[in-house]
């Protein structure tokens, strides 16, 4: 799932950055490189993308 990458957009300036999936997983917030803002990625809705796009993984692998 390293090939798979999920889109973060800051809520604060707006800025996009791709993060592997596996990234998302270890990591439970993502701080934005342009202004600093944090992103808690450990969020109901955040777990829920995540597992969405782990979901997608699996059905490439079957
Ligand atoms: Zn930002």
Known sequence: MDQ???EIVCG??????KKPVSWLVDNAE???????QG??????EWKAK??????ACN????
């Open 4 to 6: 798979v990458e999920a």
């Open 12 to 17: 604060q300036c707006g800025h996009k950055v």
């Open 30 to 36: 993502y701080v934005c490189s342009m202004c600093g």
């Open 59 to 62: 059905d490439f692998e079957v």
């Open 50 to 55: 995540i597992q969405s796009y782990i979901d």
């Open 39 to 44: 992103e808690d990625l450990s969020t109901p």
